[in-house]
């Protein structure tokens, strides 16, 4: 079923809820400025890859200071491991961003399309 099977009731109905359950691509390109934390992915309910970069972001952070703090006091075993714990983290997510970057649209639809289908199926049920 979809939008063109509603009656004109169930249709108001339908677009008053879905202006406030989607999803704009605009907000979530400006969540991206917040990338590396993963804020757009929460925004769009992925929660997993959220936490997943946010976890990242939360592995680089410290290993950036204990790379300041390594460079710092020049011992070079701490300057090698905080070296390493920094760049994969960071890489990953830089690289993350940059994909997804282009993917924010196609998500974006593909929640919305996702709550449009929700929608149109309680308003089913609750007809019959």
């Not at 939008?3 to 969540?31: C, G, H, P, W």
């Amino acid at each position: 079923m979809n939008r063109q099977d509603l009656t004109l009731n169930e249709l108001m109905v339908f677009n008053s809820e879905m202006r406030s359950s989607e999803k704009s691509a605009a907000i979530a390109y400006l969540m991206l400025l917040g990338g590396h934390l993963g804020v757009h992915r929460f925004y769009l309910k992925r929660k997993k890859t959220a936490i997943f970069q946010l976890v990242l972001f939360l592995i680089a952070t410290p290993a950036y200071i204990l790379l300041s703090i390594a460079s710092a006091a020049e011992q070079k075993a701490l300057l090698i491991i905080s070296t390493i714990l920094f760049a994969l983290p960071a890489a990953a997510l830089f690289i993350w961003v940059i994909v997804d970057l282009f993917l924010i649209s196609r998500m974006v639809k593909a929640y919305n399309k996702e709550v449009e289908r929700d929608l149109i199926e309680q308003i089913i049920r609750y007809r019959k």
